[in-house]
């Protein structure tokens, strides 16, 4: 089955705790991309990779590392986590940059 | 830099009624549009897109969305609505390499 994967759904940690939070593709796409919503903020991009190695800063990029090594993975990294990235987290992937992203079922973020 | 906007943070409709969310953006070229839905505890899915071409799009689940480069509009539309609507709607415009996403409406469905 065609899909978005990411890993763990739920995740509760403490301010400076460094974590990573995964993100897999089996649908052979180039590009990926990490979103971030917020009740009344709509989605917010974080960043996103037009393909292996190469990525980019979305519009709230502060606070978070990204990678890209391989095709299909696109890991979020966030090295000290603060309380204000307590949000859901969403990662998508297409085919190219304007094709349908087709979206992860979301990771929801707690940092005490 | 581009932006999104959809003005009606909720809308209420009557069961069998019909539909229409606005969206609104703002960029120097032609973007690439689209719209997506999320019912609640879900991820997104994708209604309809617009890229080039006819101005007027159909999607999945009935919605249509017409492009009126004129008035920088990209609103979406359903002739009558079901209860199975109910849920988040999002505007999104590509420029370049980035998506921004509008910041959501909520449509409530009522008997």
């Known amino acids: 089955e065609a899909q978005v994967t990411q890993n763990p759904r739920y995740l509760i940690t403490v301010t400076g705790k460094k974590l990573t939070v995964t993100c897999s593709q089996n649908m052979n796409h180039e590009y990926m991309s990490w979103y971030r919503q917020d009740p009344g903020l709509g989605l917010r991009q974080i960043y996103y990779s037009m393909n292996v190695e190469v990525t980019d800063k979305g519009d709230v990029p502060e606070g978070y590392k990204v990678s890209r090594k391989e095709k299909r993975n696109f890991p979020l990294i966030l090295e000290s986590p603060s309380p204000n990235q307590t949000s859901l987290y969403f990662c998508?992937?297409?085919?190219?940059?304007?094709?349908?992203?087709?979206f992860g079922p979301g990771t929801r973020l707690t940092v005490l | 830099a581009q932006s999104v906007t959809q003005p009606d943070i909720h809308i209420t409709v009557s069961e069998g009624a019909s539909l229409e969310l606005r969206c609104n953006y703002s960029?120097?070229?032609?973007?690439?549009l689209f719209w997506y839905v999320q019912s609640p505890g879900q991820g997104l899915q994708l209604l309809l897109k617009?890229?080039?071409?006819?101005?007027l799009v159909q999607g999945i689940k009935g919605f249509e969305a017409e492009f009126k480069r004129s008035q920088s509009s990209f609103n979406l539309r359903k002739p009558s609505v079901h209860w199975s609507d109910a849920a988040e709607y999002f505007c999104?415009?590509?420029?370049?390499?980035?998506?921004?996403f509008g910041k959501g409406t909520s449509l409530l469905v009522t008997p």
């Open positions: 960029y120097g070229a032609t973007p690439y």
């Open positions: 998508a992937s297409s085919l190219a940059f304007n094709n349908e992203q087709f």
């Open positions: 617009y890229f080039s071409g006819d101005t």
């Open positions: 999104a415009v590509g420029a370049g390499y980035a998506l921004n």
